[in-house]
């Protein structure tokens, strides 16, 4: 069986966090969705020729703002929503977007058109198949479901907590369509976008995921060195934690064990 495609879902969920998605100033889902709705009223109005799309590129990147949180990382101006109603991230130099006649413009991109066609995240390697498929039947929208899905070290430590304390490994028929384990799942992810105990110099919910160490994530920040280390440690630097005082570290593994316990009672047996 080949093994989960985590790049396009479904109609409605799909990611785009590799063209650099995320990687601008403002992330409120609103602008975002209104940014990406505006590129594609525009990309339908161009010719589809190298040097309209390039002229098409560079007013994209003209809108976007400078500040972005990962300075080295790109935002691909190509980046857009694609399907018949145009309700998940895709990519507009596609073949299959309507309007490019089965013309591959992916060579245009600022990666080059075989990064395009082939890249694959971390994730896609280092996240077991079973946690990837459950992520994959998880969600309801591609805003999270973006964010969520390249943050695999957060993954595999909240999938093995969860374990450990069921007993057993969880399994995608846990998470079906339906199930309340699809909503705990999805508030876990969204701790990512509001996470109270966030840094203050952290980049906030963009996740830079490469392997080239130009943005690592540093350890969780203590203001008091006394404090100890949480069960949660490595949720917590994944969500780019710092804690002040014993009592805030304790609110954020409450935080976190209400979700995991609320998931523990629905999946348990
Ligand atoms: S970040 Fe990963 S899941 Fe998202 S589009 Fe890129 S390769 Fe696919
Ligand atoms: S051109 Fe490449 S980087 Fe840009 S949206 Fe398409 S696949 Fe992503």
């Known amino acids: 069986m080949a093994p989960p495609y985590l790049c396009q879902v479904s109609t409605r969920v799909s990611c785009g966090a590799c063209c650099g998605l995320y990687n ?29 799309i390039e002229d098409f590129g560079r007013q994209q990147l003209g809108w976007t703002p400078v500040e972005r949180p990962f300075p080295q990382f790109h935002h691909c101006p190509y980046v857009g929503l694609i399907g018949a109603k145009q309700t998940r991230v895709g990519c507009l130099l596609h073949p299959e ?19 395009c ?13 079973g946690y990837r ?6 969600f309801d929208h591609w805003y999270l479901y973006g964010h969520a899905i390249t943050e ?4 595999s430590a909240f999938f093995e907590e969860l374990e450990q304390r069921i007993g057993r490994r969880v399994s995608r028929a846990d998470f079906d369509q339906g199930s ?47 404090l100890p280390d949480s069960p949660f ?31 523990v009672a629905t999946v348990r047996i």
């Open 24 to 52: 601008i100033s403002n992330l409120a889902p609103g602008h975002l969705e209104a940014l990406l709705t505006g590129r594609v009223e525009a990309f339908a109005r161009i010719p589809r020729v190298a040097e309209a």
């Open 97 to 115: 977007v309507p309007g490019n006649q089965g013309r591959d413009w992916r060579e245009l991109s600022y990666y080059g058109a075989k990064a």
């Open 117 to 129: 066609q082939t890249y694959l995240c971390p994730t896609t390697e280092r996240l077991p198949v």
């Open 133 to 138: 498929e459950i992520l994959r039947a998880g």
């Open 152 to 155: 695999y070290r957060l993954w």
């Open 180 to 226: 309340r384990a699809r909503d705990h799942l999805q508030h876990f992810a969204a701790l990512k976008l509001s996470w109270p105990f966030r840094r203050a110099d952290a980049p906030g919910p963009c996740h830079f995921f490469f392997d080239d160490a130009l943005y690592p994530r540093p350890g969780v920040e203590r203001g008091d060195p006394a």
């Open 233 to 263: 440690e490595t949720i917590f630097q994944e969500l780019e934690s710092c804690f002040r005082e014993e009592a805030e570290l304790r609110r954020a593994e409450a935080a976190v064990a209400r979700i995991i316990e609320a998931l």
